[in-house]
């Protein structure tokens, strides 16, 4: 059936506009995803109610690489680029703006003006709540942002961002013990690290060289001597005790805790606590002490840790700094073991370890530790706790040196899994995040070379910081921005071609009446 006069009209008319938005949502589209990045966001925190970060992310800005912007523009700089008056003047002149910041690669070493400039940007986050977004760009949309910031191109967020109540930060600790034949009465040698890592945006807090080159160590370490324990005839009076902990950049809270309700009868039979720390950093090992240890299980440890270390081609350095007990802070782990009269050390790859648990926080601590120089970091220390374990016996050498030994592949997985999954407080609060399916992993691998594991779950208690956090994975688009002369010439070529399909529809003279009609 042929469709009648009007209706035919009608629909030839609707045509070209069906097309025309066909082609604009297929080129939105375009558009769109070739400029769509997820980034790191510092959003706005609260600590014990005070505010710092940024008080808002989303963004519909023009782009620019200018640092001298109007209070409209998204201003994309490099981290070296960053200077305190650039942060000053950029807060003042550009409320509501958005700065993108785009961080060193990590193929080489970071410059020292990179460095100094990044420990600014974060120095200043913590400290204030600010007026402007603040976004972390990495190296691979650099060439994006400066194509962007090169040309009309306007930066729209879309943020994933959710915020929740307040929170206390999770205070959990793996607690795996390692018992002899002989039972569970004789001394105890304790070995623990922290798994948590802190960075100014919660999305970028991995610290690669700091806790996950550690806690990789520790769980290989739980992994050999589980194997050893059970497997050599050597007769010794000492259990191992692990603790894998949490809020390590916090005080370290979850192990103070822990220690405070640990039995006493326990506690009693400490004769060493470790620490491990910043094991992916330097090429020597230095052993932090609160105090000189000359005698005792400690001593032993320090000449037997010498002593492997020299074969491994290792220099090691004893660093005594005085603890500072009238101080509620805690800078390092054996400080919490130290001001419980037990004899203790952390093992770093650090000189000097942070003075603040502020300084523990850094974004650009996200290049993969070397798994070669790791690993025979684990084996000075595995065949040091080894010596003082079996009371100095020779077989000790020889046996890490072929069955017992490390391995390479084991700590190369898990340095790559924890370098690359974000372990922030936020994070830990969720309970469906990675960072919390990574916790449950440690926790089997621990299980399955334990041979005891409990684990404590609980939160940082009163009086320590209380956070409010926020999903930080925020979508940026980056759209091209046509002069508006571009615009008016689109309109005046649809508004000829439909007048040309109007025309051939009605015939020319009943258009030109038509018209008349309009606007006569």
């Not at 550009?94 to 910041?101: D, R, T």
């Not at 603790?243 to 640990?262: I, R």
């Not at 993969?368 to 077989?395: C, E, F, K, W």
């Not at 700590?411 to 974000?422: C, I, Y």
Request: overall charge negative; hydrophobic content about 45%; glycine content about 6%.
């Amino acid at each position: 059936a042929r469709l009648p006069d009007r209706a035919k009209s009608a629909a030839l008319i609707s045509l070209p506009f069906q097309m025309m938005r066909t082609t604009l949502v297929l080129l939105a589209l375009v558009v769109c995803s070739w400029g769509l990045r997820a980034f790191p966001a510092v959003h706005g925190q609260s600590s014990n109610g005070t505010a710092f970060g940024s008080s808002r992310i989303d963004v519909s800005l023009p782009v620019s690489a200018e640092a001298q912007t109007g209070e409209s523009a998204a201003l994309f700089l490099r981290a070296e680029d960053v200077t305190k008056e650039a942060l000053e003047t950029f807060a003042t002149k550009n409320k509501g703006s958005a700065l993108f910041i785009t961080l060193p690669t990590l193929d080489g070493a970071i410059s020292v003006r990179a460095e100094e400039a990044i420990q600014l940007i974060e120095s200043t986050v913590v400290s204030s709540s600010l007026p402007f977004s603040v976004f972390f760009t990495l190296e691979e949309d650099e060439n994006i942002m400066k194509k962007a910031a090169d040309s009309s191109f306007h930066a729209v967020t879309q943020s994933r961002t959710k915020a929740s109540a307040a929170r206390a930060p999770v205070a959990n600790l793996f607690e795996s013990r390692l018992h002899l034949r002989g039972g569970e009465s004789g001394p105890i040698i304790l070995v623990s690290a922290h798994y948590d890592a802190d960075a100014t945006a919660p999305g970028l807090a991995v610290g690669a060289s700091q806790s996950a080159a550690s806690t990789a160590a520790l769980l290989e370490l739980v992994r050999v001597f589980g194997r050893l324990y059970n497997g050599v005839e050597l007769s010794t009076k000492y259990s191992l005790l692990f603790l894998l902990h949490s809020s390590g950049t916090l005080n370290f809270e979850a192990l103070s805790q822990h220690m405070n309700t640990m039995d006493s009868r326990i506690t009693q039979r400490i004769e060493l606590a470790l620490a491990l720390d910043f094991l992916g950093e330097g090429e020597k090992l230095y052993i932090h002490v609160a105090e000189a240890q000359d005698e005792g299980v400690a001593a032993d440890f320090q000449k037997a840790l010498a002593e492997s270390a020299t074969a491994e081609n290792i220099n090691v350095e004893i660093v005594q700094t005085k603890m500072d007990t009238s101080s509620s802070v805690i800078l390092s782990g054996h400080e919490v073991y130290a001001r419980r009269s037990i004899s203790s050390a952390t093992v770093s790859g650090r000189a000097e370890l942070p003075l603040s648990p502020s300084k523990r926080t850094s974004i650009t601590d996200r290049r993969i530790p070397d798994t070669d120089s790791l690993y025979h970091r684990v084996r000075v220390i595995s065949t040091a706790l080894a010596q003082v374990i079996y009371n100095g016996s020779s077989t000790m050498s020889s046996l890490f040196a072929n069955q017992f030994a490390p391995s390479r592949d084991m700590l190369h997985e898990w340095v790559n899994h924890l370098a690359s999954t974000p372990r922030h407080h936020a994070q830990l609060i969720d309970k469906k995040s990675d960072a919390a399916e990574t916790e449950a992993t440690m926790k089997q691998h621990l299980s399955s070379w334990s041979t005891s594991l409990t684990v404590h779950n609980s939160t940082i208690v009163s009086g320590a910081p209380q956070f409010v956090t926020h999903d930080t994975e925020v979508d940026v688009s980056v759209l091209v921005v046509m002069p508006i002369s571009f615009d008016i010439k689109i309109l005046g070529g649809i508004l000829g071609y439909l007048a040309i399909l109007y025309a051939a529809i009605r015939g020319p003279k009943d258009a030109i009446r038509d018209v008349s009609r309009i606007f006569g």
